[in-house]
């Protein structure tokens, strides 16, 4: 990087507080690889395209979700309701091993979870991986969607859940 670049660079606490200031939903994203069910909580999500149908996610790219996601080749996006924030930090935290330990699920395409009380879930195959700095932008080709109309979405702005 240049040496103007650099000095161009905001403080990291400023653009997190910057970044923080913008809403967003809260995900799970799940992978089940050679039988083991691996899961982390996403809000770096996007629809990408409408056709073909594309989404992305932006995982850290020491996150054992990545990893197994890599392999498995597919995965699926659980877009979480406005009652499961505990289950947000469930699936945030480090070292937890077993984070589906009282979620309910169902298995999806290729085997992935479907998180019930999510508001909806999106099924993909893992179409393209991009470089994304400390991260990895991952675009899914969306296979199936399950939509709850009835359910509220979770919201995740300036660090905190805005509905929980
Ligand atoms: C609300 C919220 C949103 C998060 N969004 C992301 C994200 O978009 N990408 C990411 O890599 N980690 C995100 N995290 C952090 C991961 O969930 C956390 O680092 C987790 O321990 C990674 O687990 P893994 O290594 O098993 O994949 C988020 C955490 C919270 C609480």
Same mark, same amino acid.
């Given at each position: 990087?240049?040496?103007?670049?650099?000095?161009?660079?905001?403080?990291?606490? &400023?653009?997190?507080?910057?970044?923080? !200031? @913008?809403?967003?939903?809260?995900?799970?994203v799940t992978v089940c690889h050679e039988g $083991?069910?691996?899961?982390?909580?996403?809000?770096?999500? !996007? !629809?990408?395209?409408?056709d073909p149908p594309l989404v992305m996610v932006?995982?850290?790219? #020491?996150?054992?979700?990545?990893?197994?996601?890599?392999?498995?080749?597919?995965?699926?996006?659980?877009?979480?309701? !406005? #009652?499961?924030? &505990?289950?947000?930090? $469930? @699936?945030?935290?480090?070292?937890? &091993? #077993?984070? @589906?330990?009282?979620?309910?699920?169902?298995?999806?395409?290729?085997?992935?979870?479907?998180?019930? %009380?999510?508001?909806?879930?999106?099924?993909?195959?893992?179409?393209?991986?991009?470089?994304? %700095?400390?991260?990895?932008?991952?675009?899914?080709?969306?296979? $199936?969607?399950?939509? #709850? &109309?009835?359910?509220?979405?979770?919201?995740?702005? $300036?660090?905190?859940?805005?509905?929980?």
């Amino acid at each position: 990087m240049s040496a103007a670049l650099k000095e161009m660079a905001p403080e990291p606490h &400023d653009f997190r507080k910057a970044m923080g !200031s @913008f809403a967003a939903g809260v995900t799970v994203v799940t992978v089940c690889h050679e039988g $083991r069910l691996v899961g982390t909580t996403v809000s770096a999500f !996007s !629809s990408v395209s409408m056709d073909p149908p594309l989404v992305m996610v932006c995982l850290k790219r #020491d996150s054992r979700t990545l990893a197994a996601l890599g392999q498995a080749g597919s995965f699926c996006v659980n877009i979480l309701a !406005s #009652d499961q924030g &505990d289950l947000a930090y $469930r @699936f945030a935290k480090s070292g937890a &091993d #077993d984070r @589906f330990a009282l979620t309910v699920v169902e298995a999806g395409v290729g085997g992935h979870p479907l998180l019930a %009380g999510a508001v909806a879930a999106v099924e993909c195959d893992l179409h393209a991986a991009h470089d994304g %700095g400390d991260h990895e932008i991952l675009v899914g080709r969306v296979l $199936r969607v399950a939509v #709850d &109309d009835a359910k509220a979405p979770l919201v995740y702005v $300036r660090g905190g859940f805005l509905n929980a």
